[in-house]
Structure formats: structure tokens, C-alpha cells
């Protein structure tokens, strides 16, 4: 049996120097950097790379992010700078020409560029939340917004919990300034991301915190996700488990605060195989939820992914599995086979399934998940649907967007014709016009 080793994720070490929101900005890079699979580094040493984020307010300030920059470049040697002193690149050039990139102040988009190039990301399947494209490019209307790290579960094939420990949310006040910074800087779409977003705020007990507003946000998904809401952008949630609470999102989509769209990764159906990968929430009447789910809000998009050929998954599992798909009818279905990892408890498990099998099973379920998709992607023309503009063809005047029942990168997407005048990040209506197996096609009106 092949075991899959994990490459080492890169690290990077971060001084943040100045004023409270310039600490904002560091966390706000930082949770960018650990969303795309980056570790922190505690010393420069262990660190790939060291980001400086500056003050350059007083002289006394920019004498001490030179010396910051001086001391990481002596015991690292591969330094991205950025804060306010980033506006002075001249100064800091002279002094250090061996920086590796110089940015402004509130330039995410650039620091993030600059720790790509100096430490390329790594992508991996087994850790990442953010689909690998994603990490190269995410455009400016949508962003990843990362609620909490760490996981409270330990189901057996995954080695989470083992790299990142337990769950450690981020305060909901945190989350929403980042969000609104977001907002104000261009995104329409906020993409809300966790090992395990329906656990959020059990380590801070749910408790509430003061919002700048006025009144408090309560360390919870739903009050989280109606605050997010109120920002005007799109949420899209994701790394739902259906844990009983679950059901108090629906409403909020019917509100309009949150998209009619769940990511909930079953896994898998049958009882025994969520049994022994040992799955948090495994609720023998999730199916029951789902029609209640979708008699709330009938144009709920729910998307989820599956792990076929799991240790001692027998062919009755699996005909389970394929007639619980048939029975779920998910929007959008991701399958994949089971890959034993290194230090994951699955790995060492008797009743490996062969690899044959494996990819039968695999194909099985592709095939399925196809045909419903392009059935019910087909129920939809002749609708009209919002559709969020990724990027336009200047030449041919068409657009590609995305449906509110489409994530990028994992889901499908919208084609239009005769889209001449939008940009990336505008909001139309479109008539549907045609479909296939994944993607809808039509026009804006
Ligand atoms: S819920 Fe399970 S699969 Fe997800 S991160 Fe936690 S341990 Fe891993």
C-alpha cells in the first residue's frame, strides 16, 4: 500500500510593529497566508520567510522597523517588508538592498504576491480549504474569510487535528472588521471558511462581544453569518457539519443575510462507514433535513463531497451510498478515493480496499452526480438568476460569472453572451437559456 507523506507546509515569521490597525493588517495577511495551507514560524530561523509590517509615523518608528528589518535580514535573510515605512522604499533599499519586496500600507494583494514568490504555497488535498486555484489568484470581489483554525474531531483519515490541534476561534468582532475592510476594498462575495464552520465559538462559549455598532455578536455561526450579512456582500458558507443548529441558517437564507447554499462534506452515507471514519454529527435522518431544508428554501443549493473505497467499505456500503445520492439529489457532488496519509488513523486499518475497486466506485458516483447535476441545472432554464461576473471577453463581449448556487473554483459556472460593459464583480440578472452537465448558459436582462 502506497501512504501518501504530506510536504511540509512553508512558514513564515511576522514582526508587526505600530499602531492597532496596523496589527489588523498582520492578521489580516496572516489569516489570507494560514487559509492557503502557510504555517507561522515563532523564531526567524524556522521561518522560509519573514514578513516585516512597519510603522513610519515618527522618526523614533522608522528607526525601529530598519532595526526590525536589520535583525531579520542578519538571522533570515529572506524578508518581504510592508506598513506605512513601505511608502519610504527608497530609505529602507538603501540600507538593505538584499529585501526581497517592498509595499504600502493596507497592499494585501501585493504582501501576499511577494511570500508566494519568496515561499511558493504548497498545495495539498488533505489541508487545504482553499481550492488551489484559488491560492494564485483570488480577485478582489471575492475573498476567503477564515473563522477559526484547528478541529475538535479526530475522524480517521484525516490529520488535521494532529497538525493544527484543536478548534480556536477567531473573535466574531475580529472577523467582522476584516470583513468590512473586505467590503471596502472591493469584494461582493464573502467566502466563509473553517475546518469545521458549525462549531465555530464553542471554545469562547459562544459568549458575546461588543460590537463598534453598538450591542454584541455572540461567538456563534448564525449570529456571525446574519452580522456578515449586514454587509451587503455575498456569504457563502462553508464546512457546514449538520449539526442540529444548522436548521437556524436556513432562515437566514430566506432573510436573504446568507446565500441559499450549504458546503456539508457527508463523506459518506452508510452508517458504518461514517461509524468507523468516525464523523462528527452522523445523523441517521439528515435526509428528512435536507427536504425540510429545501421545503424552507426551495432554491437551496447544497453541495458536498464523498471518500469512496474507505477501509471496509463492502459493496452493500457503497449501494447505500449511490441510493442515498439518487434519494439526496445534491446540487453538486465532489468524490473522492481514499488515500491513506501519513499518520492519519485510517491508514493503518485492516480491510484496505483495492485500488481497482477504488476507482470503480469512484466512477460510479462521478457518473451519478453528473447526471442529477445536469437534470436539475436543466430545470433551470428559462429562469432568470443573479449572476457575480468573474471575468469578461472583451472580444467576443460575453462574461463568465457565477450563480449563488456556484462557489468558485468547485462548483460550476454561468456563461453569458452579449455581456458587453460589466466588470468583474458586478451583480446582474440573467435568462438562462441553455445547460449542460455543470454549467448554465444565457444572457443578461
Ligand atoms: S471534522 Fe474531521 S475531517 Fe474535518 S478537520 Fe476535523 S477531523 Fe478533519
Request: with cysteine; hydrophobic share 40%; net charge negative.
Amino acid at each position: 500500500m502506497n501512504v501518501t507523506t504530506l510536504p511540509k507546509p512553508p512558514r513564515v515569521g511576522l514582526v508587526s510593529l505600530g499602531c492597532p490597525k496596523n496589527l489588523v493588517d498582520s492578521e489580516r495577511i496572516m489569516t489570507k497566508l494560514r487559509a492557503e495551507g502557510y504555517d507561522m514560524s515563532a523564531d526567524y530561523a524556522g521561518a522560509d520567510v519573514v514578513l516585516v509590517n512597519t510603522c513610519g509615523f515618527l522618526d523614533s518608528a522608522k528607526e525601529e522597523s530598519l532595526e526590525a528589518i536589520g535583525e531579520a535580514i542578519a538571522d533570515n535573510g529572506r524578508v518581504v517588508v510592508t506598513g506605512c515605512f513601505g511608502k519610504e522604499a527608497d530609505v529602507i533599499r538603501q540600507r538593505f538592498p538584499d529585501v526581497l519586496a517592498i509595499t504600502g500600507a493596507h497592499e494585501y494583494e501585493q504582501v501576499v504576491a511577494a511570500v508566494h514568490e519568496a515561499a511558493p504555497p504548497v498545495p495539498s488535498p488533505f489541508v487545504d480549504l482553499v481550492p488551489e486555484a484559488g491560492l494564485k489568484l483570488t480577485p478582489r470581489h471575492y475573498s476567503y474569510l477564515k473563522i477559526s483554525e484547528g478541529c475538535n474531531h479526530r475522524c480517521a483519515f484525516c490529520i488535521i487535528p494532529h497538525l493544527r490541534g484543536d478548534l480556536v476561534s477567531r473573535r466574531p468582532d475580529a472577523i467582522l472588521r476584516e470583513a468590512e475592510k473586505l467590503v471596502a476594498a472591493g469584494t461582493r462575495e464573502l467566502l466563509v471558511i473553517s475546518q469545521d464552520t458549525s462549531a465555530y465559538g464553542v471554545d469562547l462559549r459562544h459568549k458575546g462581544f461588543p460590537l463598534k455598532s453598538g450591542g454584541e455578536v455572540r461567538a456563534h455561526m448564525t449570529d456571525l453569518a446574519r452580522e456578515l450579512g449586514r454587509l451587503g456582500a455575498w456569504v457563502r458558507l462553508h464546512y457546514v457539519y449538520p449539526y442540529p443548529h444548522v436548521d437556524n441558517v436556513i432562515p437566514l437564507m430566506s432573510e436573504g443575510f446568507v446565500l441559499p447554499y450549504l458546503d456539508i462534506p457527508f463523506q459518506h452515507a452508510s452508517p458504518d462507514v461514517l461509524r468507523r471514519m468516525r464523523r462528527p454529527a452522523n445523523d441517521a435522518k439528515v435526509l428528512q433535513r435536507v427536504r425540510s431544508w429545501r421545503e424552507q428554501v426551495p432554491d437551496i443549493a447544497i453541495r458536498s463531497t464523498f471518500v469512496v473505497g474507505f477501509p471496509g467499505e463492502t459493496q452493500e456500503d457503497f449501494a447505500y451510498l449511490l441510493a442515498w445520492l439518487e434519494e439526496a439529489r445534491l446540487d453538486r457532488v465532489g468524490a473522492f478515493k481514499f488515500e491513506p496519509v501519513e499518520g492519519a488513523p485510517a491508514t493503518s486499518m485492516d480491510q484496505q480496499v483495492a485500488e481497482d475497486v477504488k476507482q470503480e466506485r469512484y466512477e460510479a458516483v462521478m457518473a451519478l452526480s453528473a447526471r442529477i447535476s445536469e437534470e436539475k441545472l436543466a430545470a433551470k432554464v428559462g429562469s432568470r438568476i443573479d449572476v457575480i461576473i468573474d471575468a469578461v471577453d472583451a472580444e467576443s463581449g460575453g462574461a463568465t460569472g457565477r450563480s449563488k448556487a456556484d462557489a468558485p473554483e468547485i462548483d460550476g459556472e454561468v456563461h453569458l453572451r452579449d455581456a458587453g460593459g460589466l466588470a468583474p464583480g458586478d451583480i446582474v440578472s440573467a435568462r438562462v437559456e441553455d445547460s449542460d452537465e455543470h454549467d448554465l448558459y444565457g444572457v443578461p436582462n
